[in-house]
């Protein structure tokens, strides 16, 4: 009896250290999603002492420091919903890791904002507002403060949900409620908001056909072809060409504005110069990553992978360069407000403003994106480097044809349009494929209905989703704004 006592001990003290272990790891667990509202909170809390350092004395600068706190909270969750546009379909590929595309994405989109964000932004959002309609200075600042705070708050739902919403247009809907509830509707200019209204199904559709057109030129030029890697050396070079081609003269019109105003010629002819000099660069490289390849799909996702991933990078650095400076815009217009006693349409962003956009999109992309990142990359469609290839290429294309013709598009539409299109495009080349095997061989059994259904490439939850996210961000930011506007001005008046 004596001699099993000491294992019975023992085996209770393994119990009782596996139950704490297990205890730990829950709380570990548990804790986790606690730790990333810790950071996001420290960083709001010193964003806001960075501008009462930088902005006067107390208590003059109260409203600078709480619009502050606001977009801080702002970048934040640009960085959790945003950003996973332009790194999801490189993630989803398998052609970076989510450490990888965290790491990637923070520095460049960082890198955008601070050397090439716009300097002169439209702080009423390219003139959804007239500024004229609005009494005072007082009542401008509550009216982008509301902007600020209902922007920043769907957009915080949307990453909730798991919907990937365009930032820009959150604020476009919270100026615009303000400028109702400060104004009246008469403030609001209607032709701007219909072009902006038109680029709900202009964005995702134009992204999506694109990609759609690459993905189809990719399978029957290469994928389709009985010696794949010789097709691969003859048109890969071409398509890393078009892709260098296309983000030189994006960069050049919209990313180098703070240092030379470049028109939409002069952007097109720098592409042009740079894409046939990338062309050259890689015909050697693809044919030298291509020799002992086997005459197979998987051989080919190994060319794409590289250029796959340069073309997230160019995203995020692009996506910085633009959106940040659109997301703060409502906060610059606050810092000149309350310092010069007037408004005007068109400011400059200080250093610090730029400052916390920039590093609140990291944080918010370090701590909340991967949730949207896998959403975009992994959950909507299967994604390979060739389909994610495509995606990112009609994401430059897109918005270089859009500024062509002069139509606002959305990136984070255009994004998430081409992954749909790719979707979309591999739903009907498979059922035709099965049409075309049906009409030569009649005897062959037929699928049912019911599992053709089961068999889409596309997830229509995830779709239904994501459009009604789309659909009612203008509205929904605006009420919003309208109400927290109008609580503000009755709770400081």
């Known amino acids: 009896m004596t001699s099993e006592q000491p294992g019975k001990n023992w085996s209770t003290l393994d119990k009782d250290l596996n139950k704490i272990s297990n205890f730990e790891y829950a709380t570990a667990y548990v804790a986790r999603p606690m730790v990333g509202l810790g950071i996001a909170l420290l960083f709001i809390i010193i964003a806001a002492f960075a501008a009462g350092l930088f902005f006067g004395d107390f208590p003059s600068n109260m409203v600078v420091i709480a619009a502050a706190a606001v977009g801080a909270y702002m970048a934040i969750n640009i960085g959790a919903n945003d950003v996973a546009n332009n790194m999801g379909p490189a993630v989803g590929a398998n052609a970076l890791t989510m450490g990888g595309a965290i790491a990637i994405a923070a520095f460049f989109e960082s890198a955008g904002a601070l050397l090439a964000g716009g300097d002169v932004v439209s702080t009423i959002s390219k003139g959804i507002i007239d500024p004229a309609g609005i009494a005072n200075a007082r009542v401008f600042i509550w009216a982008m403060m509301a902007a600020l705070i209902s922007s920043a708050v769907w957009v915080n739902m949307a990453t909730f949900v798991g919907a990937p919403v365009s930032t820009t247009h959150s604020v476009v809907g919270g100026v615009m409620g303000a400028g109702i509830a400060a104004a009246g509707f008469a403030a609001v200019n209607w032709p701007t908001m219909g072009k902006i209204a038109a680029s709900w199904v202009i964005s995702p559709v134009l992204g999506g056909a694109i990609a759609a057109g690459f993905l189809a030129f990719i399978k029957a030029y290469i994928i389709y072809q009985d010696d794949k890697i010789a097709a691969a050396r003859r048109w890969v070079p071409v398509l890393i060409a078009i892709m260098a081609a296309a983000f030189s003269a994006y960069l050049a019109l919209k990313g180098l504005k703070r240092i030379i105003k470049i028109d939409i010629q002069t952007a097109l002819l720098i592409g042009l110069g740079i894409g046939a000099l990338t062309y050259f660069i890689s015909k050697p490289l693809i044919r030298r990553q291509s020799e002992g390849l086997e005459n197979r799909n998987k051989s080919l996702k190994i060319?794409?992978?590289?250029?796959?991933?340069?073309?997230?990078?160019?995203?995020?650095?692009?996506?910085?360069?633009?959106?940040?400076?659109?997301?703060?815009?409502?906060?610059?217009?606050?810092?000149?407000?309350?310092?010069?006693?007037?408004?005007?349409?068109?400011?400059?962003?200080?250093?610090?403003?730029?400052?916390?956009?920039?590093?609140?999109?990291?944080?918010?992309?370090?701590?909340?994106?991967?949730?949207?990142?896998?959403?975009?990359?992994?959950?909507?469609?299967?994604?390979?480097?060739?389909?994610?290839?495509?995606?990112?290429?009609?994401?430059?294309?897109?918005?270089?044809?859009?500024?062509?013709?002069?139509?606002?598009?959305?990136?984070?539409?255009?994004?998430?349009?081409?992954?749909?299109?790719?979707?979309?495009?591999?739903?009907?080349?498979?059922?035709?494929?099965?049409?075309?095997?049906?009409?030569?061989?009649?005897?062959?059994?037929?699928?049912?209905?019911?599992?053709?259904?089961?068999?889409?490439?596309?997830?229509?939850?995830?779709?239904?989703?994501?459009?009604?996210?789309?659909?009612?961000?203008?509205?929904?930011?605006?009420?919003?704004?309208?109400?927290?506007?109008?609580?503000?001005?009755?709770?400081?008046?």
């Open 303 to 493: 060319l794409f992978g590289i250029p796959l991933v340069f073309s997230a990078a160019l995203l995020s650095f692009a996506h910085g360069a633009n959106d940040v400076a659109n997301a703060v815009g409502p906060l610059a217009a606050i810092v000149h407000a309350s310092e010069f006693g007037d408004f005007a349409a068109k400011v400059s962003i200080p250093s610090w403003v730029m400052i916390i956009g920039a590093f609140g999109i990291s944080f918010g992309l370090f701590l909340f994106g991967p949730k949207l990142i896998r959403m975009v990359g992994e959950q909507i469609t299967k994604l390979n480097p060739m389909r994610a290839y495509c995606v990112a290429l009609s994401a430059a294309i897109t918005v270089i044809v859009a500024s062509w013709l002069g139509l606002p598009v959305s990136s984070t539409h255009i994004a998430v349009g081409g992954v749909f299109g790719v979707g979309f495009f591999r739903e009907w080349h498979a059922e035709r494929r099965l049409r075309k095997s049906a009409q030569a061989r009649p005897q062959a059994k037929r699928i049912a209905s019911e599992e053709r259904r089961r068999r889409k490439l596309v997830r229509r939850s995830h779709f239904m989703t994501i459009v009604a996210a789309w659909v009612i961000t203008v509205p929904a930011a605006a009420i919003m704004s309208a109400v927290i506007f109008l609580v503000l001005n009755s709770v400081v008046a």
